[in-house]
C-alpha cells in the first residue's frame, strides 16, 4: 500500500479510468457485437442481400423492398393486426393492474395481502410457450374444459383456435391474465408512499374506506398511471411476438399474423423459397423506424402534460 | 356510528370477496393441469376432470421418466440456465457499476450508446446473420451470446448503484489508495448482494422460459430446451396433426395426451417453486426498473 500512496495523484487516476474502461468493456462488446453490428447490417434492407457478398458489398438497390412489402397482401394485415391487438390489450389489460393494486392495498392483514400477491404473480414466471400450450388444451374443441361447458349447457363447440374471429381475444386474454399480477408492483410501490396522515385526517372526517379509495389512493395514482398510459402508445406497433407465434394456426392467419410472425417467416423460414432477408430486413427496419418515430412522439406528449418523460 | 361500521365491514368483505375470485381465475389453468397430470387421459378428455382427479394414475409420470427429449431438454435449459445467468451476471454488474461512476470517461457518450439500443435495434434478420456470421448456429454460444446483456436491466443495475452504493465509501477508499477493481470487489460487491440476487433471478427466468431464440437458433433436436420440447410436444401436436402415416400420428398424439399436464408442471416447477422465496426481490427489481436511470 505504502507503494500506492506514493504514486502521484494524477497517474494513480489515470489508472483509475483505466479500470474503469475494464470494466465497461464485456458490456461494450457484447453491445457492438449484438446491437450495432445487426444495425450496421440493417442497410441490406436497401440492397439485394447475398449471404457470400456480405451487408456491404451486396448490390444497392434502394426502397425496392420497402414498396414491395407496401404494395403485398400482407401489408394491411399485419399492420392492423398488429396495431388492434395492441389496442384492446391496452383498453381490456390498463386499468386492471390499477383497481387491483387499490383493492389490495385495502387487504389489512400483511399474511393475507402477501398471499395474494405471490398468487397473483404466479402467471407471470410461467413461459409463454406454457401459457400457450395451456390455452391450445383449455380450448381444444374434442377435449377442451371450455367447450365441454359449452356443451353441458347445449352449445356447438368452438374451435378457438382455428377462428380468426376468437383470436384477439384469446391473445389478450391470455396476456391479461399473465401480467396483471406483476404490473401491480409499481401501483403498490405508489399507494406505499402515500402520506398516512391523508387517511387519518379523511377518517376523523368521517370519511369510509370506499370514499378514501377514490378520493385519496385513486387520484395518488393518476401521475404515474396517466405517464404509463402515454408512454404504452409508444409501442402500440410492437407486439408479444412468441405469444402470436404461439398461438398461430393455419387457419386464423388472417388475424394472427403480425408484423414480427411475417417477417419471421419471409426471412427466416422463406415461404416457398428462399429466405427474403433483404425483404424482411426492410419490414423490420420500417417497424423500428416507426417504433423510433412513436416513442419520440409520445415521450414529448408526456413531457408536456406531466413533465415526465423516459429519457 | 354502527351504520358507518357496516359499510366498512361490508366493504372489507366485498374487497377481498373480489380478490379471492380473482385469485381463483389466476390460479385455475394451473390447479386444472395438476389435477389433469394425475388423471386418466380419457377421463381429462372427456371433461369429466374439473374439480378433481378422476381415476387417479401416475402413468403419465411414469412415461415423462422414459420420454428421452423431455429430459434431454430439462438438462439443456438447466445448462443454459446456469452458464448463461453467470456470464449476465458478470457482464451486466461490471458494465453497470462503470456506467454508474461520474468519473467514467466519455460517460454520457457510452451511456447514449447503450440506451439508445432500447429504442432502436437493427431487427430480427441482421441479428440472426450476425449470430450466423460468429458460426454461433446450433451452438451453445447462441442461448449464451446474444443474449448476454439486457440494456434494460443493465440501467437497472446503473441506478442501484447510483443509489445504494454512498459516494463517500467512495471517496475515502481512494484515499487510502484503493484502485478501482479492489474497491469494486471488496467493497462495492459484497454491498450489491441484493442487486446480484435481483439480476439472478430476472436473467434466470429469462433463461429458463426463453423459447424463440433457441427455436431460431439450433437445429440440432438434441440440443432444444425444455421450451421447444414442450411446444413439440403439445401445439405442433394440436394445431397440425397431419402425419403422413395415421397410426404414428394416433400413438404420438395418444403419447402427448398422457405426458402433457405432467410435462408442463415439469417444466414449471423450478421457477414457480423458488420465485415465492426470492419475490421481495422480484418486486424492489421492478420498483428499481420504474425509476428511470
Redesign the interface.
Known sequence: ?TV??R?PRKN??D???F??????F???L??V??????????Q?AFRDFV?SKG?WDSTWVGLKHFEQFFNSYYFEITIRNTVLLSLYQLVAGFPLPII?AL??N??MRSG?K?T????????N??????V???M???L?P??G?V???I??VGGQPVFF?AEPDWFYHIFTLSTI?QYT??NT??FM?VLAGVDPGLHESAMLD?A???RRMFSIDLPALMPVAIVLLILSFGRIMSIG??RA??LQ??LNLSASEVI?TY??KA??LGTGALPR?SF??AI??F???I??GL?MVVNTVSKRISGQS?? | MVRQQDKERRFDFLNVGILIFFAVVTLYPLYFVVIASISSPIDVNSGKVILFPVNLTFDGYREIFQYEPLWKGYINTVLYTALGTVINLVVTITSGYALSRQDLPWRRFLTFLFIFTLFFQGGLIPRYLVVKDLGLMNNLGAMIWPNALNVFYLMMCVTFFRTSIPQELHESARMDGCGTFRYFTRIVLPLSQALVAIMALYYGIFHWNSFFDAYMFLTDKDKYPIQVVLRDLIISNQSMSMDIDPMAADERQRLADLIKYGAIIFSSLPVLIVYPFLQRYFVKGAMIGAVKG
Request: no cysteine; hydrophobic share 55%; glycine share 8%.
Open positions: 500500500m500506492d500512496r504514486t494513480r487516476f489508472a483509475d479510468k479500470q474503469l474502461l475494464l470494466l465497461i464485456p458490456g461494450l457484447m453491445l457485437l449484438f446491437q450495432y453490428w445487426p444495425m450496421w447490417g440493417a441490406i449471404p451487408f387491483m383493492m389490495l385495502y387487504v393475507a402477501k395474494l400477491q405471490t398468487i397473483f404473480f404466479a402467471p414466471f410461467i413461459s409463454v410457450t406454457v400457450a400450450s395451456m391450445f388444451i383449455m381444444s374434442s377435449s374444459v367447450n365441454h361447458l356443451k353441458s383456435l391474465w399480477g406483476v408492483i409499481i410501490g368521517g369510509g374506506k370506499m411476438f412468441e407465434f404461439l394456426t393455419p414480427p417477417l419471421y426471412g427466416i432477408y424482411a430486413s423490420g427496419l417497424q423500428g423506424v417504433n423510433l416513442v423516459l429519457y
